[in-house]
């Protein structure tokens, strides 16, 4: 089969874009892994008649049978064996065929990577699942037609970037260089390898060339713990100075070995010695040097110049810190859903099957209910004339108390429905920002707080499209700034295709006058995609994604996990003896 390259850039088209979203699986997508993936090559072709190729690396991932760019490496200058420093990230499914394709390119400087049969060094397809399977993938490189391109090889290894990882911030600078040119200063860059287990050398950053420098200073970067150090201080590593040459043929300059744990502890006992500058430096060795010269000292020094440390929590850290989550229904009541005595109505109550507005509302509270201490939850109806005047209301509480609308746990819920619905008018219209807005406020006392203590969910029931969709777009703008997401079941037949627009599937949310949502926090979903399919099924597709929006929501505000509550006693297990 021919190996086709050139593919195009534009990104992959969003599954489920249309009318109606996909059904969520039995098994949600949003469940998922993050995994890294560090290349390197051997033996490439040699397309330069002067020099060595410049290669360059495309990820390219198969999406509705279309190749699509995801992204692409730095360009290696003269190299036929590179390792590139770029790591790649890609999202792990267990559930899915994951293609990918690597393709890799001689560079032509500002012409960039070009698309010609003469710039193609050669390409690989394998999937994801292959590369996590075996951690490290060698392959050879094949030209059109399943042609190898000589000798080639590429090799892929993964590492899955852990839920409780972070990432460290690191500052380098050197001083008093050797000098390996002739007419003018070194030109030296850094590299850190992460020495593994078996003793060989994983790449972990390298940094930017300083032009004609002995003292050079290296911008700042990021890398995650995991990384750096296999999420392990006391792991080895190495860092290489080299004198930059255009041709590739870096010249060795020296190396020195540390640990992460070495760093950080060395860092804090200048800051609690009150160093002015905290520094840690190592002399730069060059092993041969220090054989043949008997008064050789180093080939300068290195200094760290700043290691700052950059937690980043998961759900549970935040969970089993004690944030609750605090969970609120509000339920449609417009005259569309049909007469509550009527059996064909959406609200009809069957003694023997409960209808889709209890279905969703138990699937989802049931998730719920295990993350919230007092089990008490919100319950607010809209679009209903309410007594005693009976006038259209668009957010009331279903238990008709208007000084505290919770209910005691799911079934409270439940019954306060069930006994509202004689009592009410279905009217109309569907307006739904007002019980957005209201539970915003609230989450907006929490957000004052500035601790991570409580997260709201909203879950709205709908038979229709939402009549005032402007404040509706409004509201959830400005909802999204807030410890809140919101999730919208659309029961009943009719067409939900406007909906759509609040779910940022398709695109960024935007409010009436342009302003982009700052999450992603809603998730909508018709009911009838489950009908067939057990209960939880509903509940993991449209809670799929909140724990990442919590985690998104805190990162965002820079709230850490509060300190672990004590356990609560069960009352159902007796005092402890």
Known sequence: MPFAHGAACAPPRPA???????????????????????????????????????????????????WMEVDRSEVIKSNLNPVFAKIFTVDYYFEEVQKLRFEV????????????????????????????AQKRVTKPLFLKYGKFAGKSTITIISEEISGNNGYVELAFRAKKL???????????????????????????????VVKNNLSPIWEPFKVSFNSLCSCEEKRKLRCVVWDYDSRGKHD????????????????????????????????????????????????GVVVLLDLKIHRVYSFLDYIMGGCQIHFTVAIDFTASNGDPRNSCSLHYINPYQPNEYLKALVAVGEICQDYDSDKKFSALGFGARIPPKYEVSHDFAINFNPDNDECEGIQGV?????????????????NVAPIISKVARVAADEERTKEASQYFILLILTDGVVTDMADTREAIVRASYLPMSIIIVGVGNADFTDMQILDGDDGVLRSPKGEPVLRDIVQFVPFREFKNASPTALAKCVLAEVPKQVVEYYSYKAFPPRCPRPPTPDPSLGSPQ
């Open 178 to 208: 050797d000098d390996k040119d002739l007419f003018s200063k070194s030109d030296p860059f850094l590299e850190i390898y992460r020495i593994d287990d078996d003793r060989s050398e994983q790449l972990v950053y390298r940094t930017e």
């Open 16 to 66: 489920g874009m249309g009318g109606v979203p996909e059904p969520c699986p039995q098994a949600p997508l949003a469940v998922l892994s993050k995994v890294e993936l560090r290349v390197s090559c051997k033996h490439l072709l040699d397309r330069d008649t002067l020099n060595k190729s410049d290669p360059c690396v495309l990820l390219l991932m198969q999406s509705q049978g279309q």
């Open 105 to 132: 390119y001689d560079s032509h400087g500002q012409a960039g990577v070009g698309t010609h049969d003469d710039d193609f060094l050669g390409g690989m397809e394998c999937t994801v699942g292959q590369i996590v």
């Open 252 to 299: 060795f300059i020296g190396e020195f070995f540390t640990t992460f744990e070495e760093m950080q502890k060395a860092m804090g006992e200048n800051k609690a010695a009150r160093v002015p500058v905290p520094q840690v430096q190592w002399d730069c060795m060059n092993p041969k040097y220090k054989i043949k010269k008997r008064n050789y000292k180093n080939s």
């Open 414 to 430: 439940v019954e306060s429905y069930q006994s509202c619905l004689p009592k009410i008018q279905l009217y109309g219209p569907t």
